[in-house]
């Protein structure tokens, strides 16, 4: 005697394991397409991006858009601008954003709540309104048209992010470890240094993927604040309208590729570094 | 010798209106097993953490072996704890966090070596010193808090 299986539950498994792999394929084709157009569009001949109907096949391989590009006037300095403030603004935020993030994840201090809340007014303001004041400062203390305006400017936009994210991971770390640690003869900054940074290291590494692309994407604030050491989206942007289509193309594969490799770098920190967890 | 003595001991909780210990005074011979008992919130960590030095009396003092620690610095006392939780640093190897203490205290690397390898071999930890915490068994993890403590010679546990 043989009993029927019911095999719906397993069915319905199925079909929603095909579902998800439908989705992932839908998310990742939707940031991938412009990805490869435009990497398509850069790598071509001048003569095949006017040819009709488009190949979307890469037939038609050449370096030349991309070195006349590149040999352009201005770009290499400002994609080292670029580096520069992205670096720097990289720098500078975690020196600050980490130990104030530290500080709201373990002590309580009066006007902690305010102080979280005031944080995120920075982000409130549209960035035309941050940088002509700003601009107007820098100009009489002199720094106006350098990169550390922009690193100064690109810091404070990426601090509340720096601040609550680094807040929130350092809130993941059991305290006991940290007093594990002092039991044993650390400093305060032994124990900070030796325990608590390394496993705070993915999540910190989160924040710093948010504020690198930050920087390097920004460009009102940047365009504003310099004139002669502009960053790479504000001089592709200021020679945007009088370039042939080509320069474009161009102008977009270097600016997507640099923060394609920083993510990549680390992504590597982002999954967790020991296997799973210990509670 | 590290004889425990405690006298007056007063700590209110920032915030708190009740005192978590109120007025503790007791002493403890070297090499004596003393056991704190009591219902929840009576106080009983709260001592060992100020013993500890990880929360600071209002008032009253504490010394060991007759120094007084009533306001030194975790570092600086010599002690060792067994945390309710295991407090391992998952990020490194057995190895490294049976020998933490030691490190700590500037002891020489082979004897570091030597001391890791014998509490190993007595909590047969011995062939997952090169794993890391995540990649143990739970009963293996249960064995865990000791190898810190027991590994190095602290004035009282």
């Known amino acids: ?279 | 010798m590290a004889d425990i003595q405690i006298s007056n001991l007063v700590k209110t909780y920032p915030g708190g209106s009740e005192r978590a210990t109120d007025d503790v005074s007791l002493s403890i011979r070297d090499g004596e097993f003393t056991v704190l008992l009591g219902p929840s919130g009576c106080g009983k960590t709260t001592l060992l953490r100020m013993i500890a030095g990880l929360e600071l009396p209002d008032s009253g003092s504490i010394s060991i072996g007759g120094r007084d620690v009533t306001y030194l610095p975790p570092n600086k006392r010599n002690l060792s704890m067994v945390f309710q939780s295991y407090a391992v640093f998952p990020h490194r190897k057995v190895r490294y966090n049976i020998g933490f203490g030691l490190r700590m205290a500037k002891v020489p690397v082979e004897e570091i070596e030597r001391k890791v390898q014998w509490a190993a071999d007595l909590l047969q930890l011995g062939p997952y010193l090169d794993r890391l915490p995540a990649n143990l068994s739970g009963g293996q993890r249960q064995r865990w808090p000791w190898p810190g403590p027991s590994s190095w010679t602290p004035t009282s546990c």
């Open chain 1, 1 to 279: 005697m043989s009993t029927t299986v019911d095999t719906t539950p397993i069915a319905r498994q199925k079909r929603n394991r095909f579902m998800l792999q439908a989705a992932c394929i839908a998310v990742s084709l939707f940031m991938l397409v412009p990805i490869y157009l435009i990497s398509l569009a850069a790598l071509s001949t001048r003569e095949s991006l006017n040819e009709f109907p488009l190949s979307l096949l890469p037939t038609n391989l050449s370096v030349e858009t991309l070195n006349a590009f590149l040999g352009s006037t201005g770009i290499f300095a400002a994609l080292g601008n670029s580096l520069i403030v992205g670096a720097g603004t990289l720098l500078l935020s975690a020196l600050i954003g980490v130990p104030a993030g530290y500080a709201l994840a373990r002590f309580t201090f009066p006007g902690k709540d305010p102080y979280q809340l005031f944080l995120l007014f920075t982000r409130a303001l549209p960035i035309v309104v941050l940088s002509v004041p700003l601009a107007r400062l820098f100009l009489t203390m002199d720094i106006y048209d350098t990169t550390y305006a922009v690193i100064l400017l690109h810091t404070a936009l990426a601090l509340p992010t720096t601040i609550l994210i680094s807040a929130s991971v350092f809130l993941s770390v059991p305290v006991d470890v940290e007093e594990a640690a002092r039991l044993f003869g650390c400093s305060p900054l032994g124990a900070f240094g030796r325990v608590v940074l390394p496993m705070a290291l993915p999540g910190l590494a989160a924040a710093s993927i948010f504020t690198f692309v930050m920087s390097w994407n920004e460009v009102l604030g940047a365009s504003i604040l310099t004139l002669d050491h502009r960053t790479l989206p504000a001089q592709v942007l200021s020679s945007l309208s009088d370039s042939p289509l080509a320069y474009r193309f161009a102008g977009g594969f270097a600016l997507v590729i640099p923060s394609i490799i920083f993510i990549a770098l680390m992504r590597r920190y982002l999954t967790n570094m020991w296997g799973s967890t210990i509670r």
